[in-house]
């Protein structure tokens, strides 16, 4: 009897000791899992939230910023010397002539020869001599394009300056741009204004250009398609040769930012004015001859609304 006693007493011991065990294990596997749980959560969260914070914080610090400190950016003569360089570069680049339509080679190229009828390729053939003025006055544009670009480079480091657009909105759609697309801040904030100003003269939404660059390029001024859409818009430069023509570079010219933006943005407005809305318009530009585009218009005007909420600067119709 006392043997058993004792067995007895020391199965109860034991049980008395293993199971609070038991429970502290399971409620520490328990813990352990959320706390993992909760570390992977952070790791996948806290990245993008000090992104926000830091774009908060450089936004903040240029709204705060006094007048005398913003004295490092772009003073008014800088600003016009952009304006002065591609002025300069129009007046000197004015191509000769077009009589012809040049013929389309390819699917796309066909849409694009197309949605710009009114736009001539060919050229009145000129004797010899005659042409000399024409290619020595070309060739001045071209490093005038690349000096532009390269002072917007410059003066972007400081702060934009954009026509009904404040520093603040030119900043974050600067730094959306740049960290989305992974480019530099200064080069984005070269292409944004050159965005705006092509824009603006052309009376397009300006976002709706950066848009079109974001989904053609993913903003890679060297890209290009398997049938030789070229640049930042990845405009066909064998149907479009001549609207090239005119920065001297001839089919290189669509390598340099400013000349493919400005090139692409022609073709995007006579596309639009042609199928009488932006819808038709793009779907006109991706080289669509009938009403679907695929998708391609859809995600145009996705990234433009993405745009416009991530600088606050609201889309224009005009």
């Known amino acids: 009897m006392t043997g058993t006693s004792s067995e007895q007493l020391l199965r109860f011991t034991v049980r008395s000791v293993t199971r609070p065990l038991g429970?502290?294990?399971?409620?520490?596997?328990v813990y352990l899992g959320i706390a993992a749980l909760v570390a992977l959560m952070l790791g996948v969260a806290v990245p993008s939230v000090r992104e926000q914070a830091r774009q908060v914080h450089e936004a903040l610090l240029v709204a705060l910023q006094p007048e005398s400190v913003q004295g490092g950016a772009p003073s008014a003569e800088d600003s016009a010397q952009y304006s002065v360089l591609v002025e300069e570069a129009n007046e000197e680049a004015e191509p000769a002539q077009a009589l012809n339509q040049r013929?389309?080679?390819?699917?796309?190229?066909?849409a694009d020869a197309a949605?710009?009828?009114?736009?001539?390729s060919g050229k009145e053939p000129a004797q010899p001599k005659a042409a000399e003025p024409a290619v020595a006055d070309a060739e001045k544009s071209a490093p005038a394009l690349q000096q532009a670009f390269i002072h917007e480079v410059k003066s972007s480091t400081h702060g934009l300056d954009i026509r009904n657009v404040s520093r603040v909105q030119a900043q974050a759609l600067r730094s959306y741009i740049a960290r989305k697309y992974k480019i530099a801040s200064n080069v984005a904030g070269a292409l944004v204004k050159t965005a705006f100003h092509v824009g603006y003269t052309l009376h397009l939404d300006p976002q709706l250009l950066l848009a079109v660059i974001a989904?053609?390029?993913?903003?890679?001024?060297y890209a290009e398609s398997h049938v030789g859409a070229q640049g930042l818009m990845q405009v066909m430069t064998k149907v479009h040769l001549d609207k090239f023509d005119r920065y001297g570079e001839g089919v290189v010219a669509a390598l340099n930012?400013?000349?493919?933006?400005?090139v692409g943005a022609q073709i995007l407005d006579d596309c639009i004015k042609r199928r009488g809305s932006v819808q038709g318009g793009l779907a006109c530009y991706v080289g669509s001859t009938g009403v679907g585009d695929g998708g391609y218009g859809a995600k145009v005007l996705a990234e433009q609304r993405r745009l416009a909420l991530a600088s606050g600067i609201p889309v224009t119709t005009e």
């Open 23 to 29: 429970e502290l294990a399971h409620v520490a596997a």
């Open 103 to 110: 013929p389309p080679s390819e699917t796309r190229a066909k």
């Open 257 to 262: 930012p400013i000349a493919n933006i400005r």
């Open 215 to 221: 989904i053609e390029s993913r903003y890679n001024p």
């Open 115 to 120: 949605a710009v009828v009114s736009d001539t």
